[in-house]
């Protein structure tokens, strides 16, 4: 049983910064990607970065250099740093593990999910 847990989210200030982290256990596997994905209320869920197994990443353009996504393969994490946070950056932010080593801004690219954890940013 694959297990996903976020954690980091929280209530931020406009402007300011969140690290969430997601990690992962029940299996250790190698050579897959990882990826973070947000729903806000009454919206589909939305890609926001991914990390392939080798280390290339690609962002949503909506984060493109404010969010940094990385990973510890060793500890089985991924982290995602968010800086100059706006309110429309409000979500639920979920992490998703691909059994494939290439990543993809496609959410049925990816086999296992976590529970998502709340980031509100206020105006």
């Known amino acids: 049983q694959v297990q996903l847990v976020e954690s980091g989210g929280g209530l931020v200030q406009a402007g300011g910064s969140l690290r969430l982290s997601c990690v992962v256990s029940g299996r250790t596997f190698s050579g897959y990607a990882m990826g973070w994905f947000r729903q806000a209320p009454g919206k589909e869920r939305e890609f926001v970065a991914a990390?392939?197994?080798?280390?290339?990443?690609l962002y949503a353009d909506s984060v493109k250099g404010r969010f940094t996504i990385s990973k510890d393969n060793a500890k089985n994490t991924v982290y995602l740093q968010m800086s100059s946070l706006k309110p429309e950056d409000t979500a639920v932010y979920y992490c998703?593990?691909?059994?494939?080593?290439?990543?993809?801004?496609?959410?049925?690219?990816?086999?296992?999910w976590g529970q998502g954890t709340q980031v509100t940013v206020a105006s």
């Open positions: 998703a593990v691909s059994r494939k080593a290439q990543y993809s801004s496609n959410r049925e690219w990816y086999n296992y």
């Open positions: 990390v392939s197994w080798s280390g290339f990443t």
